[in-house]
């Protein structure tokens, strides 16, 4: 099972949702796209499933680490312009399931902000490599928000206890993470805003040798993979309209 090829990206985009398992999902993947979303004038808001609790390096307090985390993805998002940063309650890092509850909650996200776009880890894992990108946590955020996309969002039917917010359709979701990602985002001219973005989350990047050329080879890699000119960095997704 992988997916088709990419869609065009929309042109008429006001607001992105990002919807992800961890405080840093977002940076290591997407930080230098959603800077330039922001710098061309998208409204830009996180929605994060768990606070990272099982995240971290060293012997900080293990019940301090939610807090420190919280707080890492604010400053994050910050750094590359995005205001709103919601965190959703009970869910436990390292053993999220697309349960309908969580469907539930991306949807009532979903209804409020009203994203044109979606931005989210792939529900579909990638078999060469299963650490990482194909976290289950990560698989099962994908799951539960593409259900939220469709159909529960845009059902009014669905969910009667959200009737107060009236259904949404959202055109378009942006998968990160997936098997053989075909549309690339140049971010070599916001590298350096992803960078402060990455640098943030100091509970899970601070410990590791020579970050800033890690980094930089595997957006260069990307890049490369997907016919940039040499010396360019990228991100790379899929790209499905909903309709
Ligand atoms: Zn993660």
Redesign the pocket.
């Known amino acids: 099972m992988t997916f088709p090829p990419s869609a065009e990206p929309l042109p008429d985009v006001q607001r992105v949702l990002c919807v ?3 405080p ?2 977002v940076d ?1 993947g997407c930080a230098g796209t959603v800077a330039g979303w922001v710098d061309a004038g998208i409204e830009v808001a996180y929605l994060l499933i768990t606070r ?1 609790d099982a995240g971290g390096f060293d012997d900080t307090p293990r019940d301090r680490m939610p807090l420190l985390r919280e707080a890492e993805q604010r400053a994050a998002a910050s750094a590359v312009g995005v205001k709103q940063v919601d965190f959703l309650d009970g869910y436990g890092d390292g053993t999220v399931t697309p349960t309908v509850e969580l469907r539930r909650e991306i949807t009532a996200a979903i209804r409020r902000f009203r994203p044109d776009r979606i931005l989210t ?1 792939s529900p579909l894992r990638r078999w060469e490599r299963i650490a990482g990108p194909s ?1 289950p ?2 698989l099962a955020v994908g799951e539960a928000t593409t259900c939220a996309v469709y159909p529960d969002a845009r059902n009014p039917f669905a969910y009667p206890d959200l009737h107060d917010l009236p259904a949404w359709t959202v055109r378009e979701v942006w998968y990160t993470g997936g098997p053989n990602p075909d549309h690339a985002v140049d971010i070599t001219d916001l590298f350096d805003r992803k960078l402060a973005a990455l640098r943030a989350h100091v509970t899970q990047v601070s410990h590791v040798e020579g970050f800033v050329d890690v980094i930089r080879r595997r957006h260069g890699d990307v890049a490369a993979r997907l016919g940039l000119p040499a010396g360019r960095l990228a991100e790379a997704y899929t790209i499905i309209r909903t309709g």
């Open positions: 992800f398992a961890h840093d999902d290591f990272g880890s976290h946590d990560h």
